[in-house]
């Protein structure tokens, strides 16, 4: 009997060894494949105005997106969200000019295969993009399991890789991805964006929604149904990036960055989330340098260098880490875990928990 005791003991601990923070909520946001070069140094000269770099007008351009007279202004405009609010309010890693180094430790460098790093916490050396549904269990489908978090659980994304990724055929929890339509119980505003993302072009092919479509699905998906966990996944900064339009590129972060920060702004006016919430922003792979700039993969040397955010309740607004040091991937799932108080465990090697986006 007493053995059945510690061993019941023991799983509930594991389950909740971190349960005294203020987070109840958690959204996760990915841009997919954007740099920690236009982050922390804002738009790059050369590629701005290189001429086969760009489809707008190029003095128009130039006025958008070269208009500081430092980097630190430029990557201000270009992501003001992130630099007046999560750099204020939060933390923000990955200024490699720093020393603040974050990467990404499986070798392939591609989207199936850093995103399934990041919420298996394990860079297993089979995920690749193309690869058939992952086997390893996904922050997701743990959050699904616990008390409290069940059927509060949601994923709403621009690419339909996901549903491999996720193995949408095990999980429990709702996933919409690619040009699919919103399930469920459908209010009118619903109804409406269904059907609206129809009639726009699907410039980067079946697979990959636009991320115009996919924001405005996610923001009234939250507001009607406050899932617990949800994560909104855009695509645009990748898919410009490897038609090597750079104008469209830094377009897509900026925008990307307004529509984190209109929902923000929903969250933290919702009873429901506000100062109850922690945002955790990151991508799922970097990009090359010079020409390479476009492309990523095992071929390209710098596609392995990422960055991440955190704000929220349980994180101090530390802003910039400027501190020299290593983090990976692999510690998304398990840090993302620990947020909600929970210890996210695997048979696999994973990611121990940034301790630093937790309050001591």
């Known amino acids: 009997m007493k053995k059945f005791v510690i061993l019941s003991l023991s799983i509930f601990i594991s389950a909740s060894v971190f349960a005294q923070g203020k987070t109840k909520n958690i959204i996760v946001v990915t841009l997919d494949g954007y740099r920690w070069q236009e982050l922390f140094r804002g738009p790059d000269s050369v590629k701005l105005f290189k001429r086969s770099f760009f489809g707008q007008d190029s003095v128009w351009k130039i006025k958008k997106h070269w208009n500081g007279k430092t980097a630190a202004e430029r990557r201000e405009k270009l992501m003001p969200f992130f630099w007046n609010t999560i750099a204020k309010q939060g933390q923000i890693y990955g200024n490699r000019d720093l020393g603040n180094y974050v ?85 009118e505003t619903q109804k409406l964006l269904n059907k609206q993302q129809h009639y726009m072009p699907k410039i980067f092919g079946t697979t990959e929604r636009l991320d115009v479509a996919t924001y405005p699905m996610a923001k009234e998906y939250i507001k009607q149904n406050h899932p617990k966990v949800f994560y909104l996944a855009f695509i645009d900064t990748d898919a410009f990036a490897h038609r090597g339009q750079y104008d469209f ?62 704000m929220g309740p349980d994180t101090q607004p530390l802003g910039e880490i400027k501190e020299s040091g290593q983090l990976y991937q692999k510690q998304f799932a398990k840090t993302i875990a620990a947020l909600l108080g929970f210890d996210f465990v695997s048979p696999n090697p994973i990611g121990d928990v940034i301790q630093s986006v937790l309050k001591k």
Request: aromatic share 14%.
């Open 249 to 310: 590129y830094l377009d897509a972060a900026h925008n990307t960055d307004d529509m984190i920060a209109d929902l923000w702004a929903q969250i933290q006016g919702d009873p429901f989330y506000k100062d109850k919430t922690t945002l955790f922003i990151t991508t799922d792979h970097g990009r090359g340098e010079e020409a390479d700039w476009t492309d990523h993969g095992r071929k390209v040397p710098e596609a392995d260098q990422i960055w991440f955010a955190v």
């Open 103 to 187: 990467n990404v430790t499986n070798p392939f460098k591609v989207s199936h295969a850093g995103y399934s790093e990041m919420f298996i916490g394990y860079a297993d050396p089979k995920r690749s993009n193309g690869s058939p549904n992952n086997p390893h269990e996904n922050i997701f489908e743990f959050f699904n399991k616990q008390s409290g978090y069940k059927d509060k659980v949601a994923v709403i994304t621009s690419w339909d890789e996901y549903y491999r990724i996720l193995n949408s055929e095990r999980n429990k929890f709702p996933i919409y991805s690619g040009w699919v339509d919103i399930g469920g119980k459908l209010n």
